[in-house]
């Protein structure tokens, strides 16, 4: 069974700061996704990836799949950006066979 | 393109009786995955259909069941409601299994 860590498990910053929230896992895997939950429950994949990095606006995600660890940075912070940010893992090559394993989330706030 | 849609939005049941909740899909999407979110464990897998096929379930107890309907439509069943099953039900929706995965606004259940 996959073991997903994230920290740091609070964030607090000001607005425009750059914030860089980590994951590790602990066995192969065939993707990791990132997403977002607002208040009230909803959630929305913001990436998902195997290698490398992806960019979408401000936010950009990296993968180093040899030290099972991933970033998840956002550039010039804004209030917008408060919510809670989870890792999760898709199974070893092959479709994600168990499902997805979800980190215990970072729980970011951005002061104006 | 329509979200992913899930019914009912809000639920009250009392221990010992069953719920059915319900989960339509994006337009074309074949596959659909349910978790479980609570505070004290976090988000879990409960389990993955496409084509009418549960591919993988995750660790729940034989109460919790679900089905996928030649539409691609959704249902998961609850029998036998215990207090701990109050949570966020999220069902998401993706083209394929292991593609990126679209999130519903969830169902919460409160048993009492």
């Known amino acids: 069974k996959n073991e997903v860590e994230q920290s740091p498990q609070n964030l607090t910053a000001q607005e425009g700061e750059f914030i860089t929230i980590n994951c590790s896992y602990s066995?192969?895997?065939?993707?990791l996704h990132w997403l977002q939950q607002h208040p009230g429950g909803g959630i929305v994949s913001l990436f998902m990836?195997?290698?490398g990095k992806k960019k979408h606006g401000r936010l950009i995600a990296t993968i180093n799949i040899q030290e099972k660890h991933s970033s998840l940075h956002i550039t010039a912070s804004h209030p917008r950006d408060s919510a809670v940010y989870i890792c999760?893992?898709?199974?070893?090559?092959?479709?994600?066979?168990?499902?997805?394993?979800f980190g215990k989330g970072t729980h970011l706030i951005i002061q104006p | 393109k329509a979200g992913v849609t899930q019914t009912p939005r809000y639920l009250i049941k009392t221990r010992g009786q069953q719920v059915t909740l319900s989960c339509s899909p994006i337009s074309g999407h074949r596959s659909v995955s349910w978790y479980q979110q609570t505070p004290g464990q976090g988000l879990q897998f409960l389990f993955e259909y496409f084509s009418e096929t549960q591919r993988n379930k995750g660790n729940f107890p034989g109460r919790f069941s679900g089905r996928q309907f030649s539409n691609s439509r959704s249902e998961m069943n609850v029998s036998t409601l215990e207090l701990g099953d109050s949570a966020l039900y999220l069902c998401?929706?993706?083209?394929?299994?292991?593609?990126?995965?679209?999130f519903g606004p969830g169902t919460r259940l409160t048993v009492t």
């Open positions: 998401a929706s993706s083209f394929l299994p292991a593609y990126e995965q679209y």
């Open positions: 066995v192969g895997i065939s993707a």
């Open positions: 990836l195997s290698s």
């Open positions: 999760a893992v898709s199974g070893v090559a092959g479709g994600g066979a168990d499902g997805l394993t």
